[in-house]
């Protein structure tokens, strides 16, 4: 009995999370890619850093400029403004973009994806 109970949430659970993506907006779509490829380094809570410094608020900021954060030499010299642009094309090849970058990841290649997160950052 407890078996077919437990059994039965199962699939209340499996057809709701079915139903969110269904109807995903571009902001959940785009908190889905944070949650993949950026949460284990980052978080979006204000002057919070982990491996990374905290992405709250990074749209428009200038780059390197949490001051509690210790930036590799690369990013601090890059010294430009995180701009969706410029976030776009970092995202997409991070060591290309800023060469030496001790941001170890290797890139969204999915131009999609990239816009999807962008706009979920844009909203924090
Ligand atoms: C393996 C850990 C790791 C992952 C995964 C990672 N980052 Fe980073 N990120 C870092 C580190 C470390 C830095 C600092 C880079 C430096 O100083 O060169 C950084 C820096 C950044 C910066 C610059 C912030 C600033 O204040 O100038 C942005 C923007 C950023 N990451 C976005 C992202 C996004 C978005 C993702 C997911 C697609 C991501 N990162 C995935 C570790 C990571």
Redo the contacts with the bound molecule.
């Keep these: 009995m407890i078996d077919v109970l437990r059994r039965g949430a199962g699939v209340v659970l499996a057809v709701a999370g079915l139903a969110m993506s269904g109807g995903a907006s571009a902001g959940d779509a785009g908190q889905t890619?944070?949650e993949r490829?950026?949460?284990?380094?980052?978080s979006i809570v204000r002057m919070q850093n982990?491996?990374?410094?905290?992405?709250f608020g990074?749209i428009d900021?200038?780059?390197?400029?949490?001051s509690s954060?210790?930036?590799?030499?690369?990013?601090?010299s890059?010294s430009s403004v995180?701009s969706e642009a410029i976030?776009d094309a970092?995202?997409g090849d991070?060591q290309a973009m800023?060469p030496?970058?001790?941001?170890?990841?290797p890139?969204?290649k999915d131009p999609a994806e990239?816009a999807a997160?962008?706009a979920y950052?844009k909203g924090l």
């Design positions: 890619v944070f490829n950026c949460r284990a380094c980052h982990r491996v990374g410094p905290s992405l990074v900021r200038p780059t390197a400029s949490i954060f210790e930036y590799s030499q690369a990013l601090r890059f995180w976030l970092f995202l991070p800023v030496g970058t001790s941001m170890r990841f890139g969204l990239r997160l962008i950052l």
